[in-house]
Nanobody, 123 residues
């Protein structure tokens, strides 16, 4: 079970840190990812933490950072220099084992999803 938190309203240029707490599983043994979904749009890959390292959507590199806290059993997403187009519901997801990168980009590859946390970037 995954529980996402940390969303909220932030001004353009601001920062937010999302957290995903896992229960019933160990984040270090799974592929953990963040996706987002804006109104009227498909769910979009944001970032993934795999055994082999971290990967990001090309458009988000340099602004977003995914990290893992094994002691707390959480995966976090630090979002900087936020833009209005980053407004979306952000979901964390867990996949069994270590997914290959092409599979990690695809929502259907994941077995468990958090409930989503809303991020609104607006002045």
């Amino acid at each position: 079970q995954l529980q996402a938190s940390g969303g909220g309203l932030v001004q353009p240029g601001g920062s937010l840190r999302l957290s995903c707490a896992a229960s019933g599983g160990t984040v270090s043994a799974m592929t953990m990812a963040w996706f987002r979904q804006a109104p009227g749009k498909e769910r979009q890959f944001v970032a993934v933490y795999r055994r082999f390292g971290q990967s990001y959507a090309d458009s988000l590199k340099g602004r977003f950072t995914i990290s893992r806290d094994n002691a707390a059993n959480t995966v976090n997403l630090q979002m900087n220099s936020l833009k209005p187009e980053d407004t979306a519901v952000y979901y964390c997801a867990a996949g069994k084992g270590s997914l290959i990168l092409s599979a990690a980009w695809t929502p259907d590859s994941y077995d468990s999803w958090g409930q989503g946390t809303l991020v609104t970037v607006s002045s």
